[in-house]
């Protein structure tokens, strides 16, 4: 029996395993313990899984993510998946132009030519552009800069004058009055990344599945399905209930779900709101919440336009301007087909920002007006007439902030409460955010909950052998 407070309904039926989120971590985690026979039960708040992949109505009835994605070369976990789920032919390579925004002026920076025309910079300093990428690469470990910051690092490889031009007003864009605190780790995770999707002529080649990531998550979704895995949809879990023995289970909905083993996959501040113990002054409870909620974040504002035209012919648009209101200008539609979604241009302008600030909270409408002009100062042609229709989402959760030494901030996976589970974006570290990760750490966790599932078992078939 469970030692948790009062229910609006009967228990449901226990599982051997509930995971609270159904993003790519928790989903690949259910795919594990199901293949193995685990009885899974997947609860979700949102109507629909995916986490921030779901997708929403682009064109007519065309399907798109609330928030960009593509797949690099590396990300094998992605192309294994779609492989496994019968996807494999549905997975497209795109060449794709990357620029940079800096003094109301584009930039394309997508082959080594391109360095030597930006002319921001002094010739002297585009060649150390150039070369610090490749230094960069030249970093086999991660350990190796863990106690620099960003800054530190991009200085020591390049010199002061291309870090004030082209890194530090992306790391402030991105990070805002974090940015000083930001860890070589994660720039230098993104230079090696980035590098490796290069071909050697410096062109960049990624990767986008025909239908999106819906098709994968419809079809990741089916195969849980048929494995027996129960996922609820538009279910909020209210709490983690732990007793004296570890955890008991959850409260979603007002039912009680008892398990044996509970992984938690959303942002570790989230998670420490959830848990729960009959012993308000309970040390590991307590210890545990602090440490779930010592990891930073950012939210985001992504503004998504529906155009009746492209806006440029460049992908990924990095912005190097302080006074404009996103870091990145995405036009999707020059990675996938305008066809594709019913002929429409579609541009995703993001910003990380913290979920108090006055962009976060504005009204819909009110991103959209403010959001206008700088657009057209970036486009001199574009119009408001062009907008067919726009969209804003928000994610309060969608940047960890990844400090120096972050190894002794990062939670482990298992919270040392027997049973309780923490998986997502804040431990994939070195890398950054990304779904491959979220796929790799998820299955990861499933199978590390195999183990100790198979190991509470071990004393109980002993025990019977013996007896027999």
């Known amino acids: ?23 790519f971590t928790g989903l690949s985690a259910a795919l594990e313990l ?34 960009y994605h593509h797949w690099f070369d590396s990300d094998q976990e992605m192309v294994r998946l779609c492989a496994g789920l019968g996807l494999s032919h549905l997975l497209e390579a795109h060449e ?7 003094a109301n002026s584009v930039y394309r920076l997508s082959a080594p ?59 402030e864009g991105k990070f805002g009055d974090y940015a000083p605190q930001v860890g070589a780790t994660w720039m230098w995770t993104k230079l090696h990344l980035r590098g490796g999707s290069r071909s050697r002529s410096g ?20 195969r849980l399905e048929s494995l027996g895995a129960e996922i609820l949809t538009g279910t909020e879990v209210e709490a983690v209930h732990v007793g004296g023995s570890g955890v008991d289970g959850v409260t979603a909905g007002g039912v009680f779900h008892p398990a044996r083993q509970v992984l938690v996959t959303v942002a570790p501040p989230t998670a420490a709101a959830l848990v729960r113990h009959p012993d308000a002054d309970d040390p590991g409870v307590a210890q ?10 950012l939210g985001n504002v992504c503004l ?32 996938d087909h305008p066809d594709r979604y019913d002929g429409r241009h579609v541009v995703y302008l993001s910003k990380y920002l913290p979920t108090d600030a006055e962009l976060y909270r504005m009204s819909d409408e009110e991103v959209f007006r403010y959001s206008l002009p700088f ?30 030494g972050y190894t002794r901030t990062m939670p482990p996976v298992e919270s040392g409460i027997r049973g309780l589970y923490l998986a997502g974006m804040a431990q994939v570290f070195p890398e950054d955010r990304g779904t491959n990760y979220a796929v790799r750490d998820g299955r990861r966790a499933g199978r590390l909950v195999l183990d100790r599932l198979a190991a509470e078992r071990a004393p109980e078939t002993v025990s019977g052998s013996h007896h027999a």
């Open 288 to 297: 545990l919440r602090r440490s779930w909620s010592a990891v930073d974040y």
């Open 304 to 335: 998504v336009l529906e155009n009746n035209r492209r806006l440029s012919d460049t992908y990924w648009l990095n912005v190097n301007d302080p006074g404009f209101p996103y870091v990145g200008v995405i036009e999707h539609t020059n990675l």
């Open 203 to 222: 062109k960049e080649t990624l990767y986008y599945l025909k239908g999106g990531c819906e098709t994968l998550l419809d079809a990741l979704r089916l």
């Open 34 to 67: 199901a293949s193995q026979g685990r009885s899974v039960r997947v609860i979700e708040r949102e109507d629909v899984v995916g986490g921030l992949a779901a997708s929403f109505d682009v064109g007519e009835g065309r399907r798109l993510e609330r928030f």
């Open 113 to 171: 030519l391109d360095l030597l025309r930006f002319t921001p910079l002094p010739l002297v300093d585009r060649l150390r552009l150039g070369l610090l990428a490749l230094r960069a690469r030249r970093v086999k470990h991660w350990r190796d800069l863990e106690s620099l910051t960003a800054r530190e690092w991009l200085v020591s490889l390049g010199g002061r004058r291309v870090y004030e031009t082209v890194w530090r007003p992306l790391l």
């Open 1 to 23: 029996m469970t030692t948790t407070t009062e229910q609006n309904a009967a228990p449901a039926t226990p599982v051997d395993v509930v995971i609270v989120g159904a993003g």
């Open 375 to 404: 657009i057209q100062r970036m486009f001199p042609d574009f119009r408001e007439s062009w907008v067919e229709r726009y969209h804003v989402w928000r994610a309060p959760y969608a940047q960890p902030v990844i400090t120096p």
């Open 96 to 102: 794709t132009r990357t620029g940079v925004y800096y």
